[in-house]
């Protein structure tokens, strides 16, 4: 097999270098509108088969769910962070009065909820539980909530923690994560997997 050597590819007519080789592999190319986006850090959490519960209350305040949480120092302040999480449980109440959101914490400086804007008595959200079975008994019957590619402007160097966060909107009850509400050894009782993960994206 040949391998060519190169530091650069040009057209015989461009007055100018259209394909540039770096040494570590990557290539710039010189017409391409708006540059290309690539991935410089992927961070995950760590523990994603805890389980547990946390207490949720009708005042609109968001709550963190233990270990759904991971840290990314971007390179420049100029990257995007691109947000995922999966996160798995049962509600003590209906799933349409429960939602989740992502909580943004820039070491020495400010702390801010990525959501949907409130208006009046409407709550603002970033997902919620996808619906599906719903025993009567909220007792056996998990759902997953999703956010897939969310993509933020931080505009910081300093590490950033993301935290995933989940409140009731109506009344008082509990968030049961990675896991039913009854704890029976039953096959109709299921454990399961919740996660985060952030990716840094450069110019």
């Known amino acids: 097999m040949a391998t060519l050597n190169a530091t650069n590819l040009k057209h015989a007519s461009s007055s100018s270098n259209n394909i540039v080789l770096a040494a570590d592999g ?24 805890s389980t547990g519960s946390v207490h949720c209350n009708p005042t609109k305040t968001y709550v963190d769910i233990p270990d759904q949480n991971v840290t990314i120092t971007p390179t420049a302040a100029t990257s995007k962070i691109k947000i995922s999480f999966q996160q798995f449980g049962e509600t003590s109440n209906s799933e349409h009065i429960f939602s989740f959101r992502i909580k943004r914490a820039i070491s020495g400086g400010a702390t801010t909820e990525i959501t949907a804007a409130s208006s009046g008595n409407k709550s603002g959200v970033l997902t919620m539980p996808l619906l599906g079975y719903e025993g009567s008994d909220h007792n056996s019957t998990p759902a997953i909530a999703h956010l897939a590619n969310y993509i933020d402007s931080p505009n910081t160097t ?3 923690t993301y935290t995933v966060t989940v409140g009731n909107h109506e009344m008082t009850g509990y968030y049961y994560y990675n896991r039913t509400i009854t704890t029976n050894d039953a096959t109709s009782t299921e454990l399961g997997l919740s996660w985060i993960t952030v990716e840094e994206v450069t110019a």
């Open 158 to 160: 300093s590490p950033i």
């Open 26 to 49: 990557s290539t710039t190319i010189s017409n391409l509108s708006g540059g290309v986006g690539k991935i410089k850090q992927v961070k995950t959490n760590t523990t994603r088969n």
